[in-house]
């Protein structure tokens, strides 16, 4: 047995999930059959992730504790993680897999690390599921349920075996990368390389990442897999994850200024701006359309590694563009948004089609060596509902794709409270009043969501200062992350220059930008996640996201408005509908 745990069967455990999502709201428990017992170490190797085993976000009690530690992110104390790998909803959970040091909170010896959840949001951290083994690194891919046994890894000929994991990742030496399988026939615990790896050799040096998935229309399994220095992904085909054959490439396309790695594919539903689905009257069905995402390091719109992605149509064998050369088109404009993947598995809605979340690394490989240590060094993002939106008001030009990718942070539960219920404050106010309400009040735990509507006005600059060492709005703070709308230029952005630990890297301080897709608008949402070392912000109803670490000291905890001077008889900035909520 090896990269597993063994567990005796034969006990019911529960799980509380709730989820805000387009499929569910508020929470249910769900009683899932789980495994218990002790818990066997499969070698020494591993013996320092065993101990760090949690079952929520924040570091383990033996591990030393940082300023950093993040409450409402996946990380693994004290080693190094980079990309999620195969992330899947089966037995009742959650389960995610990730690239993973065993040895060091730096990059190197790559294994698949391994953690569950009820909900995406508290995470336990399990033994390493499929280790490096005899200089062969277990790089990114994709996990499977084979409910049918198509593969015949999982049972007897003829056997349904519901739970029965198949995962698919590039096998890496020195000078070459293919494509393997490994398998778990007690739902993640323990897994089984396969006898006949690799399962395709293409005999190049850089050939990685696949995500598998079942399309049900022409009864295949597909695989697209990163063809990182040509630009391209591939697609191949099988019928029993064993044996496959090349379907078709896709690219040069997008953005072309880095390697391509880690691909994604699926289906997302499409809305109207008014949140309605939007009906095909040719096909009688809800309308979707396909998400080819492609990450791209680097290249990215702040210089690093970013994410990218294309809306078309596919039809088992080949992808097609709906608007070519209208890209770049960046899922997420800041600069620590990396390797996002989705998970299999997930609900179906009544449209037929998956709800389809996803979660990304969140650093940026132009310093994710040197990142201050957690201790340990990365982390992921939360978990983001994905669909797609049609534009509101006048039709895009030619350079922008008619149709808007929408992501939706999933949080801790209850994940919406009234302004007025904090501070007992009116719904409508200028930035002065907010502040007034706001002022000496702080969020325990460094982790909160603010939500808010900012009416820009004619100031030319406006927007929050997060995570300031002064409460004072008006006071100096040596420290302070700045999110803000830049009216003239029509973009938001992040200032996080002046946002605490900042000397370690050339390249971190920043202000990074995003074009406003609706500028014009007289208003706009924006959401922003706080944790101890990063903010995510959702912008414009989730159609503008950008994502940064930041490294503030303790006590600098401060929130303020601020806008820029308005002459006399200007309409000034104004801040509507706020929501402070902590996050646990």
């Known amino acids: 047995m090896r990269g597993g745990i063994e567990v005796d069967e034969g006990c019911n455990l529960s799980f509380i999930m709730g989820n805000r999502s387009r499929f569910t709201d508020g929470f249910h428990r769900l009683p899932v059959r789980a495994g218990c017992g002790a818990l066997l170490a499969t070698a020494l190797l591993f013996t320092a992730q065993i101990i760090a085993q949690s079952s929520s976000p924040a570091a383990v009690e033996a591990v030393p504790t940082t300023t950093w530690q993040p409450k409402i992110h996946f990380y693994a104390p004290p080693n190094w993680i980079n990309d999620p790998?195969?992330?899947?909803?089966?037995?009742?959970?959650?389960?995610?897999?990730?690239?993973?040091?065993?040895?060091?909170?730096?990059?190197?010896?790559?294994?698949?690390?391994?953690?569950?959840?009820?909900?995406?949001?508290?995470?336990?951290?399990?033994?390493?599921?499929?280790?490096?083994?005899?200089?062969?690194?277990?790089?990114?891919?994709?996990?499977?349920?084979?409910?049918?046994?198509?593969?015949?890894?999982?049972?007897?000929?003829?056997?349904?075996?519901?739970?029965?994991?198949?995962?698919?990742?590039?096998?890496?030496?020195?000078?070459?990368?293919?494509?393997?399988?490994?398998?778990?026939?007690?739902?993640?615990?323990?897994?089984?390389?396969?006898?006949?790896?690799?399962?395709?050799?293409a005999g190049l040096k850089d050939f990685r990442d696949p995500k598998v998935f079942w399309h049900g229309p022409t009864q295949s399994w597909v695989m697209v897999v990163a063809l990182p220095d040509q630009h391209k992904v591939r697609f191949y085909r099988s019928k029993n994850l064993r044996e496959w054959e090349m379907a078709s490439d896709f690219g040069p396309a997008g953005g072309v200024g880095g390697v391509w790695e880690c691909p994604d594919l699926f289906e997302l539903p499409i809305y109207d701006g008014a949140g309605k689905a939007v009906y095909d009257t040719y096909?009688?069905?809800?309308?979707?359309?396909?998400?080819?995402?492609?990450?791209?390091?680097?290249?990215?719109?702040?210089?690093?590694?970013?994410?990218?992605?294309?809306?078309?149509k596919f039809d088992g064998f080949k992808f097609v563009e709906d608007h070519p050369h209208s890209g770049p088109h960046w899922a997420d404009w800041g600069k620590d948004f990396y390797a996002s993947t989705s998970f299999a598995n997930t609900a179906v809605g009544s449209d037929g089609i998956a709800e389809r979340i996803w979660i990304a690394w969140m650093s940026d490989w132009q310093y994710a060596a040197k990142l201050p240590s957690l201790p340990g060094r990365g982390e992921m993002t939360v978990a983001r509902h994905l669909y797609l939106r049609e534009p509101r008001g006048p039709a895009p030009t030619p350079a922008q794709e008619p149709l808007l990718l929408v992501q939706e942070p999933i949080l801790p539960g209850p994940a919406h409270k009234a302004y007025g219920a904090m501070f007992g404050a009116p719904r409508f106010q200028s930035i002065a009043l907010a502040n007034a309400s706001i002022a000496g009040k702080k969020v325990p735990g460094g982790a909160y969501r603010l939500r808010f509507d900012l009416a820009p006005g004619d100031a030319s600059e406006s927007g929050v200062r997060l995570r300031r060492s002064a409460v004072d709005s008006e006071g100096v703070a040596t420290e302070e992350t700045v999110v803000g709308i830049d009216a003239e230029s029509g973009r938001i952005f992040v200032d996080r220059t002046h946002s605490g630990k900042t000397d370690w890297s050339p390249d971190f301080p920043a202000r990074v930008y995003a074009p406003l897709r609706h500028s014009q608008a007289e208003s706009m949402t924006i959401e922003i996640v706080v944790d101890r070392n990063s903010i995510e912000v959702f912008a414009e109803n989730g159609e503008t996201v950008l994502t940064d670490l930041i490294y503030p000291s303790a006590g600098s905890d401060g929130i303020s408005f601020y806008s820029s001077p308005t002459p006399p008889g200007a309409g000034p900035a104004l801040i509507r509908d706020v929501e402070l909520v902590p996050l646990e």
């Open 85 to 201: 790998n195969g992330p899947i909803f089966v037995n009742g959970q959650y389960q995610m897999f990730f690239q993973f040091n065993p040895l060091g909170d730096e990059w190197g010896h790559m294994s698949w690390g391994h953690a569950v959840s009820p909900d995406l949001i508290h995470w336990k951290q399990l033994p390493v599921a499929i280790p490096e083994e005899n200089g062969i690194g277990i790089f990114s891919g994709s996990t499977v349920e084979d409910r049918e046994n198509s593969s015949g890894l999982c049972g007897e000929a003829g056997q349904k075996t519901p739970g029965c994991l198949v995962a698919i990742y590039t096998g890496a030496s020195p000078d070459k990368q293919t494509q393997n399988l490994a398998f778990s026939k007690d739902g993640g615990l323990t897994w089984t390389k396969f006898a006949g790896n690799p399962v395709i050799d």
């Open 283 to 312: 096909l009688k069905r809800p309308a979707s359309r396909w998400l080819l995402n492609v990450n791209v390091n680097p290249g990215g719109p702040a210089k690093g590694s970013a994410d990218q992605y294309f809306i078309g």
